[in-house]
C-alpha cells in the first residue's frame, strides 16, 4: 500500500467513525482537526507547510461549497491527496489538481521556504516549475 492509499485508508476510517457516533451523519467541521493532524502527519514536509496547504484546500473546497452537507466529497479528498503526493514528492494524482492549485501551492512553498530543508525545498520548487506554478 503507498502512502497515498494508506492516507485516504485513514481518512475513510476517520469518516466513517464520525458519521457512526454521529446518527449515521458526518459534518465536516468536526473531523476537520482529525484530517488536518493526520495530513501533516503523512507527510515529511514540515508541519507548517502541510497545515498551510490544507487550510488551502478546506478553504478552496470546503468553506466555498455550495452543499455542505456532502462535504468532503470524494473529489475534494482527490484533491487533499494529490497535494499530499506533492508534499511527499510522489506523482500520484496530479491530475487532480489545477493550474490554480498548483500556483497556490506555490505560493505556499514560497512563503515558507526559509524554514524548510534545502532538498525539500528543491524538490518541492522543481515540480512546481515543471507544473509552471511560476
Known amino acids: ?11 475513510q476510517r476517520i469518516l466513517k467513525h464520525d458519521r ?17 493532524k493526520l495530513f501533516a502527519r503523512s507527510t515529511s514536509a514540515p ?13 478552496e473546497y470546503i468553506h466555498a461549497s455550495s452543499e455542505q452537507e456532502n462535504e468532503p466529497t470524494a473529489a475534494h479528498l ?4 494529490a497535494m499530499l503526493s506533492f508534499l511527499e514528492d510522489s506523482d500520484e494524482g496530479y491530475d487532480e489538481l489545477d493550474q490554480h ?12 521556504a526559509e524554514d524548510m530543508p534545502i532538498d525539500t ?6 515540480t512546481l516549475v515543471s507544473k509552471g506554478a511560476y
Open 1 to 11: 500500500m503507498t502512502d497515498i492509499a494508506k492516507f485516504n485508508s485513514d481518512v
Open 20 to 36: 457512526q457516533e454521529n446518527s449515521g451523519k458526518g459534518d465536516f467541521m468536526r473531523v476537520a482537526p482529525d484530517l488536518q
Open 47 to 59: 508541519t507548517s507547510l502541510a497545515n498551510s496547504i490544507f487550510e488551502y484546500w478546506e478553504n
Open 78 to 81: 482527490d484533491k487533499l491527496a
Open 101 to 112: 492549485d498548483w500556483q497556490e501551492m506555490g505560493d505556499l512553498v514560497n512563503y515558507e
Open 121 to 126: 525545498l528543491q524538490s518541492l520548487m522543481a
